[in-house]
């Protein structure tokens, strides 16, 4: 995994493992994965997982 992976990883598990301060907030996330997306930093299989998993988080009600 390359920096940008890890970043995004890293917040989106916060998250997923309820933290009860996270680093970033969900707009920072979806943010990142975009732009990350944009300019090809991220394959598309990985940007789908993460869009899935930001997807969870948000209809879930995890996220503040």
Do not use: V
């Amino acid at each position: 995994m390359n920096k940008i992976e890890k970043q995004i990883d890293k917040a989106l598990q916060e998250y997923e493992n309820f933290a009860p301060y996270p680093q970033h907030n969900m707009d920072w996330i979806t943010d990142r994965i975009d732009w990350a997306w944009k300019w090809r930093k991220i394959s598309k299989q990985l940007m789908e997982s993460f869009c899935d998993r930001a997807i969870k988080i948000i209809e879930g009600g995890i996220y503040e």
